[in-house]
Nanobody, 114 residues
Framework: VQLQASGGGLVQPGGSLRLSCAAS????????MAWHRQAPGKQRELVAF???????DYGDSVKRRFTISGDIAKKTMYLQMNGLKPEDTAVYYC?????????WGQGTLVTVSS
């Protein structure tokens, strides 16, 4: 399974970005897709996930600012990030869960700075 994340970049505090993730290389169904992030010197953390049934959930630090969406059946996922803060600066990784195994993309860098 290959995951391609895109949409990162440099944005000012208070700005917005939209990340995209597309999975390929498998005919088997994906059960869950998620965004994680890792800031320098910190552990990777869950940002948000979406299940095949459409259930979503978010990490506490991004609730009410970020919105996850996607079509798991079509193996695509998005993350709309509004009200970005400097502490949101990190490499954002997309993940797909398939048959109980996690597959990771290469990450896209988001930098929030004035």
């Amino acid at each position: 399974v290959q995951l391609q994340a895109s949409g990162g970049g440099l944005v000012q505090p208070g700005g917005s970005l939209r990340l995209s993730c597309a999975a390929s290389g498998t005919r088997f169904p994906i059960s869950t897709m998620a965004w994680h992030r890792q800031a320098p010197g910190k552990q990777r953390e869950l940002v948000a996930f979406i299940t095949r049934s459409g259930r979503t959930d978010y990490g506490d630090s991004v609730k009410r600012r970020f919105t996850i969406s996607g079509d798991i059946a079509k193996k695509t996922m998005y993350l709309q990030m509004n009200g970005l803060k400097p502490e949101d600066t990190a490499v954002y990784y997309c993940k797909a869960v398939l048959s109980g195994t996690d597959y990771w993309g290469q990450g896209t860098l988001v930098t929030v700075s004035s």
